[in-house]
C-alpha cells in the first residue's frame, strides 16, 4: 500500500493495458521505433513515432546523437497526431524498452502526465496472458508527474565527483578498447538490461532496491546523473528507480557529446 505521495512507478503490465483499452479513459499508444519507419505488427491504435524525429533534436557535435528537443516541438507534433492535452499516454516499442523509456522521459519533461511505459514492450503484449503480472498494484496506480531533470557537459564538467554518475551502457563501452577510459570520471557501470529480467520485463521492487543501494543511489548523499552513449537507455534506468525515491538527472548528450567535447578546456581537465 502506497501513501498518497509516494514514489510510483510509470510502467504499465500488458494485461492493464488491455483492461484498460476497453474501459472509458482508454490510453493513447505510442509506439517508438529507433529509427523513423519501422513500425510493424503494432497494437491496434498505435501512432508510430521514432527516436530522431519526435524524441530528440538536431544532434551532432558537443550536442551529442540525439539532444533533447524543444518543448514545443513536442506538443505541436502531439496536437498533430490529435492526442490531447490531458490524454493518458502509454509507450512502447518492439525491443528492451529504452526507446519506450526515452519517449516516457522526454513526454514527461515536456509537461504531459501520466505517460506509461509498457513493461515487456510489444512482445508482452503478444505474450500478454501466458505470463501473471509482476508489477505490484503500487506499480497499476495512475502515474503522477514525476520530477524529472535535465544536466549538461558544463554543468558535469565543473566537478564530475560532486554527481553519482552510473553509465547505463553495456560494459564493454563503458570500459572501451583504449587506454583513455571510455566513460566520465568517477562514473559507476549498471546497463540498463541488468533492471530486467530474461524477458525483458522491470525487475521486482527489492531485487531493484538491492541494486540501487549497491550503487550507492539510497545513501550516497550526491545527485544522481544517469547517462549512456546518446540518453536512451539511461532513461530505461532513470524510469526503472522512480518508485525507489531516485531522482536521477538524465545527461541526454551521454557519452557522444562528452567524448565530443574533450577538446573543450572544461571537460579536458576535468577529465584528467
Known sequence: MTTPNAPISPFV???EL???LIGPDAPALLFVAAEPGAAEGLIPGSVPTDLPTHYAGAGGGARGRLPLPERGAVHAWLTQAGIVEDA???VYDAGTGTSAARAWWVLSWAGRRGVRILDGGLKAWQDRGAHADALSAAATTDASAPRLAEIGT???ARDPSAYRLVDARGKAAF???GEAPSHLPGAVNSPAAQWQD???RLLPLDERRARAEALGLLADGRPVVAYCGSGVAAAYLIAAVQDLGVEASLYAGSWS????????TTVQSASA
Not at 557529446?257 to 573543450?264: E, F, G, N, P, Q
Open 175 to 177: 570500459e572501451g578498447s
Open 18 to 20: 488491455a483492461a484498460r
Open 154 to 156: 558544463e554543468q558535469i
Open 13 to 15: 503490465s500488458a494485461t
Open 88 to 90: 493518458p499516454i502509454v
Open 198 to 200: 530474461a524477458e525483458g
Open 257 to 264: 557529446a562528452w567524448s565530443a567535447a574533450k577538446s573543450d
